[in-house]
């Protein structure tokens, strides 16, 4: 059974940091592009980042692009975001997801809070 | 960017009404389109791949069309288990985009 399971999420201070994990099993990890979506508190979706299968290619939405980082370790099954210089606007259940032809294989998300 | 317009934003119904929502797309995306539909607290589970292919596990009530930037979902018999937020994703690229989402209501 495919299982995406995100972890690191909770509250941290504006210009703060977090680093958002997602650990995946039931499938070839090292097979897949993964992406982080979020969605702000009664908001729809928004895509944060990909990256390939073996990391050779990284994409960022313009709203993250120099403060977030994507990254993976294909051998530990794992997904990662950095999250830095965090705003109140970054205030989201962030998503991982798996790529495919077939449409996207979510997690259950992880909750970030940017308060002061 | 590919921007998708989904409309409408909200759609009351009752049970076994046929219902119907829409994306464009800002530029033709071909079939690479998807449709998910999220329950409150949950994450986004995938109905309809490739603009018209049925996920597995999912009613046949459910089904998709288009192509290039025009997009519908419909469901044939609304039942009580499909009110819920529905969202359009194109995946032709290098990003994802959404619509906005609608939120499909009981009358």
């Known amino acids: 059974e495919v299982q995406l399971v995100e972890s690191g999420g909770g509250l941290v201070k504006p210009g703060g940091s977090l680093r958002l994990s997602c650990a995946a099993s039931g499938f070839t990890f090292s097979s897949y592009s993964m992406n982080w979506v979020r969605q702000a508190p009664g908001k729809g979706l928004e895509w944060v980042s990909s990256?390939?299968?073996?990391?050779?290619?990284?994409y960022y939405a313009a709203s993250v692009k120099g403060r977030f980082t994507i990254s993976r370790d294909n051998p530990k099954n794992s997904l990662y975001l950095q999250m830095n210089s965090l705003r109140a606007e970054d205030t989201a259940v962030y998503y991982c997801a798996r790529e495919s032809a077939r449409g996207d294989y979510w997690g259950q998300g992880t909750l970030v809070t940017v308060s002061s | 960017d590919i921007q998708m317009t989904q409309s409408p934003s909200t759609l009351t119904a009752s049970v076994g009404d046929r219902v119907t929502i829409t994306c464009r797309a800002s530029q033709s995306i071909s079939t690479w389109l998807a449709w998910y539909q999220q329950k409150p607290g949950k994450a986004p589970k995938v109905l309809i791949y490739?603009?018209?292919s049925l996920e597995t596990g999912v009613p046949s009530r459910f089904s998709g069309s288009g192509s290039g930037t025009e997009f519908t979902l419909t469901i044939s018999s609304l039942q009580p288990d499909d009110f819920a937020t529905y969202y359009c994703?194109?995946?032709?690229?290098?990003?994802?985009?959404f619509g906005q989402g609608t939120k499909v209501e009981i009358k």
């Open positions: 490739k603009a018209s």
């Open positions: 994703q194109q995946y032709n690229g290098n990003s994802r985009t």
């Open positions: 990256i390939s299968s073996s990391s050779n290619y990284i």
